[in-house]
């Protein structure tokens, strides 16, 4: 099993930034591609950002772009989200997960081994 662990959200103004951290353990951290997802109240949980195993391949979601940088430390166990230029509509709960198949990183979530507990990002007007 690998656990992970989500830690930085709260809450920011309109503008601001935030520094998300996932921390894995139970398992080869480099082994996994890392996503992180977003849920709104009353939305599907949406994809925000992938990096692969070794961290020289990242994919955005369109929202994010610019904005958000993935990052991840194997000799730490850890992948981070860096939200720049934060939004109202960024307000979500976000998700690390880590997937164990994947050639490069993954958009969907079900191709997803390991989800964390999640971390509540608020972004006020």
């Known amino acids: 099993q690998l656990q992970l662990v989500e830690s930085g959200g709260g809450l920011v103004q309109t503008g601001g930034s935030l520094r998300l951290s996932c921390a894995a353990s139970?398992?080869?951290?480099?082994?996994?591609?890392v996503g992180w997802f977003r849920q709104a109240p009353g939305k599907e949980r949406e994809f925000v950002a992938a990096?692969?195993?070794?961290?020289?391949?990242?994919y955005y979601a369109d929202s994010v772009k610019g904005r958000f940088t993935i990052s991840r430390d194997n000799a730490k166990n850890t992948v981070y989200l860096q939200m720049n230029s934060l939004k109202p509509e960024d307000t979500a709960f976000y998700y690390c997960?880590?997937?164990?198949?994947?050639?490069?990183?993954?958009?969907?979530?079900?191709?997803?081994?390991?989800w964390g507990q999640g971390t509540q990002v608020t972004v006020s007007s």
């Open positions: 139970g398992r080869t951290f480099s082994s996994y591609a």
């Open positions: 990096v692969s195993r070794s961290g020289t391949n990242i």
């Open positions: 997960a880590a997937d164990f198949r994947a050639s490069m990183y993954s958009v969907p979530a079900t191709d997803y081994d390991y």
